[in-house]
C-alpha cells in the first residue's frame, strides 16, 4: 500500500512537471529509485532542480545513459535524507557531459584515481619538449565508451567541470602502477615516430582523481539509488 501511495505521490509531481515543461521521456523511472524510501522521506523537490533538469530532458531524455543520471538526481533531490546534497549546479554539470563520459564516470564509482600518461618529445640539444600524446591511459579497458579514443579529452572537460582533477606534479606511489602504461605496445608507433626525429622519448607519470565536489556528485547522480 506504502508503494502505491509513493508511486502516485511521485507520478503526480512528474505529471505537474510535464505540463509546464512538456517533457516527452517522462518515464525515466524516478518512482523505482524511490520505491525503498519512506514515504514520510519523499518531499516535492525544489524547483531549481527539476524544473532545468526536466527542460534539459527534453533533448537528452532520449540517450538511456544520461537519462539514469537525471533519474538519479531528481529521485535524491524528493528524498528528505539525501536533498541537501542534490546540489543545483549538477543539471548545469549533466548539460555539460556526452553519454560516453556518462559512462566514464562509473569507473570513478569503483576506484578514486587512475594512472596517466603523457608522451613527450624532448629535442637533445635543448632542456624543452613537446607532448605528443597526453593523458593516455587504460581507462577504455573498464569503461565501454563508444569512442575510447576521446577519453583523453573527456578527462580533460570532467576536469573542467570540476568532477575530476589531474593535480601537477603528483603521481600514484603504489609499485608497478605505471610499467604496464609505458609498456603498451599502442605507444610503439609513437616512440617511433618521436626516435626517428632524432629527439628523445620522455614519459611523464601523472594521475586523476576525483575532487571533494566530484564526490558529492557521483554520490548523487552517478551511482544508481536505490
Known amino acids: 500500500m506504502e508503494c502505491t501511495i509513493v508511486s502516485i505521490y511521485i507520478e503526480l509531481i512528474v505529471v505537474y512537471i510535464n505540463s509546464i515543461y512538456k517533457f516527452p521521456y517522462i518515464n525515466i523511472q524516478v518512482s523505482d529509485k524511490l520505491k525503498n524510501v519512506p514515504e514520510k522521506n519523499i518531499i516535492t523537490p ?4 527539476p524544473g532545468p533538469a526536466v527542460e534539459a530532458l527534453r533533448f537528452v531524455g532520449h540517450d538511456e545513459n544520461l537519462r539514469e543520471l537525471y533519474a538519479n538526481l ?3 533531490a524528493m528524498d528528505k535524507e539525501t536533498i541537501h546534497e542534490a546540489h543545483p549546479g549538477f543539471v548545469e554539470i549533466l548539460k555539460n ?6 559512462i566514464l564516470l ?6 578514486q584515481n587512475y594512472p596517466l600518461l603523457d608522451i613527450r618529445a624532448k629535442a637533445p ?8 600524446t597526453s593523458n ?11 569512442n575510447p579514443d576521446l577519453i583523453p579529452s573527456y578527462l580533460d572537460n570532467l576536469c573542467r567541470l570540476g568532477i575530476l582533477e589531474i593535480p601537477a606534479l603528483t603521481k600514484i606511489t603504489v609499485p608497478n602502477t605505471y ?18 626525429q632524432n629527439r628523445t622519448v620522455e614519459l611523464s607519470r601523472k594521475m586523476v582523481k576525483v575532487t571533494n565536489f ?4 557521483l554520490k548523487n547522480v552517478v551511482l544508481d539509488k536505490q
Open 46 to 49: 525544489k524547483p531549481e532542480i
Open 74 to 76: 531528481l529521485a535524491n
Open 97 to 102: 557531459i556526452s553519454s560516453d563520459e556518462a
Open 106 to 111: 562509473q569507473a570513478f564509482l569503483r576506484k
Open 125 to 132: 640539444e635543448t632542456q624543452g619538449y613537446v607532448v605528443i
Open 136 to 146: 593516455f591511459s587504460h581507462l577504455n579497458k573498464i569503461s565501454d565508451v563508444e
Open 179 to 196: 610499467e604496464i602504461l609505458e609498456n603498451d605496445i599502442s605507444l610503439d608507433n609513437v616512440k617511433e615516430q618521436i626516435l626517428d
Open 214 to 217: 566530484g564526490n558529492q556528485f
